[in-house]
């Protein structure tokens, strides 16, 4: 068999360390033909949802949801919990995604926009006045920018009245969320919890589920058939799913995240810190490359980007032949940037030996 | 290790035989990891179409796209294939639930109803004058009735100018439809494909393409935003997908199509109709079953429901002390009824055990 890549790439992304383990225990438990109105199914939920909970320090008032992906995420938070106005704050391709999900959900999607590579603080930030829900990207994947959890609480409290939604689609669990003060946020698995595709999960609060059952009564709107929020809640108190689920990645995720529990996430956060460290001060001082991001406040912990001198597949190309792969530029800047996923399933020791490789380019 | 339970439930289900090994490859392979954006991730997209053209007999100009589940499809078919009026034929749980999703997005949804175990002929059926697409359930999955393909055919024949949408959740790859007629049909994997649950097929033709660029550009509608037709179909044209999909389950789906080619699909469904006739020989002739089905043109090749004398949960306790799984009757009918799946994946040699089981009931 030919010897493994290792995958420096933001999702799909390295497989954490014991998918293959939890895997084949998922194959031997016959969680493929469970039924997902059986109590085993809903004991599997139960635990994926307390490990989470205590990974992610989720309020007890809060739900935990499952959908076939982050991206479905943004179009049920629109259609459940927008009458007319959301606000973006929008400095890549996926934050530009969800705006462009509000608008053609006709919405009037109101947009604060940023170059890409550049972040936003509290301060600067002015919330258009009939905003119902303000929309924050924690970790732009495109740009490798990020939002500082203590801005994004700040925004929050100071617009107690609206609800704020959080996409940390490729950051979870790494920041720091206050669940208490946030209303919603969501992430996919095949990021930072090292999983394949094909699951999205959605944190939401009451006051979402409150927004929704207004909207629902609403005449000549609709907050969506499959998946709409009340629907989803009313299941998860019993720990069912409206329609079959991923039943086996639900599983899988809570495997994962109670490895994680086990390790604590203050360690998870320290090593990704360190890592992150370590190849911000590799590119911030090697000649070809330096941080993409300027300002390190808002630089990324999870998804680094750097500018190159050379093509970045020349580099790409040369680290694949080394079983190495990393992620190009997004869009525009395909060819000038390369991406480097900081996941818990990136150990500090290939961390090492990608930065001795890109040291030889 | 517990001795393996044999699955005869209608989904989630008794998994393919080659699952296994399949699975394997795909962790070999390492598919969890690579990028969707990767001309290996749009190989596999091509492998799966091309083996599902064949397995189906798909004509070239229909679309075969990729959703979290068949319930999203349900969703996508109504907000982006009519305007203002569908028209259900209802029979049982899931019928109804594609007709709920209709009026659930504000659409005006014409009904045909039936009692449950009841089914429909083409020349019964009256289609309201302004219907813009007619919604048939080839497989009632809660009920075990099936609508005849012949009668699909001449529906949708005498109805030219509308759309035809024909769920086939629970019988594909079973039922001979003629896809130059029907205009769009879906099927989740975890039914007779005998996969692990977490992605939804749907098949479309142009005609549904143009329908859904053309209520694209209405105002005051929308189509939504997430997995909207134009988008999937744009991203299929170079096998790709508009959000990270289920790769692996994209990838076990073309390899079990692929078995189910080398096998032939005209000896699936003579295996599927011998199992079948066995089923319902033993289920018509013992004293504690009889088919809940009167009609035997209406039932269910794949999906066999049967009236039980006792309650249902005893033979269904004692049966799964010897390791085998049924299903409860859906619904009101849980007590009364089990439901006993026919797909692929559960063979002659299973289907007898089974019945010699059910005979000392």
Redesign the interface.
């Known amino acids: ?1 030919a010897r ?2 290792v ?1 420096f ?1 933001a ?5 954490y360390p014991n ?2 383990t939890y ?1 084949q225990q998922a ?2 438990e ?7 109105r059986s109590q085993k199914f809903r004991d599997i939920y139960k635990f994926t949802d307390e490990q989470l909970r205590i990974l992610m320090n989720i309020p007890e008032g809060s739900a935990i949801l499952f ?6 995420v ?2 049920r938070i ?1 259609l459940n919990l927008v009458e007319h106005e959301s606000f973006h704050l929008v400095n890549g391709s996926f934050s530009e995604k969800f705006y ?3 608008q ?3 919405k009037f999607a109101h947009i604060y926009e940023k170059p890409l590579s550049e972040g936003f603080d509290y301060n600067e930030i002015v919330v258009p006045e009939y905003t119902e829900l303000i929309c924050t990207t924690q970790n732009e994947t495109s740009t490798g920018v990020m939002m500082r959890e203590p801005d994004i609480h700040k925004l929050k409290r100071s617009n107690s009245k609206r609800l704020m939604a959080v996409d940390m689609v490729s950051s979870a669990p790494y920041p720091n969320l206050d669940f208490s003060v946030i209303d919603t946020a969501f992430f ?1 698995v ?1 990021k930072a919890f090292g ?5 999205g999960v959605w944190i939401a609060n009451r006051a979402c589920l409150d927004k929704a059952n207004r909207l629902k009564k609403h005449d ?3 907050i ?5 929020l009340p629907t989803l809640w009313r299941n998860y108190e019993k720990f069912e799913t ?8 639900i599983y899988l995720l809570g495997k994962v995240a109670e490895d994680m529990n086990k390790k604590g996430i203050d360690n998870i956060r320290k090593e990704t810190d360190e890592k992150a460290k370590k190849l911000y001060r590799f590119i911030e001082t090697h000649d070809s490359f330096s941080p993409s991001v300027q300002n390190p406040d808002h630089r990324s912990k999870t998804v680094i980007v750097a500018d190159t001198k050379k093509p970045s597949a020349d580099i790409i190309d040369r680290l694949k032949k080394k079983n190495i ?1 990393l ?1 190009a530029g997004y869009g525009p800047a395909k060819d000038s940037q390369i991406r480097i996923s900081n996941f818990p399933a990136n150990s500090m020791e290939q961390v090492e030996i990608l930065i001795s490789e890109l040291n030889q380019m």
């Open positions: 068999m493994k890549n995958y790439t999702g799909p992304a390295e497989l998918f293959e895997l194959v031997d016959q969680i493929g033909s469970i039924s997902h959908t076939g992906s982050a991206s479905e943004w179009e629109i462009k999900y509000a053609s959900l006709n996919s095949q999983l394949p595709a094909g699951l000549g709107l609709h969506g058939a499959h998946h709409d409206p329609a079959t689920p991923n039943v086996i990645l792969i992620g």
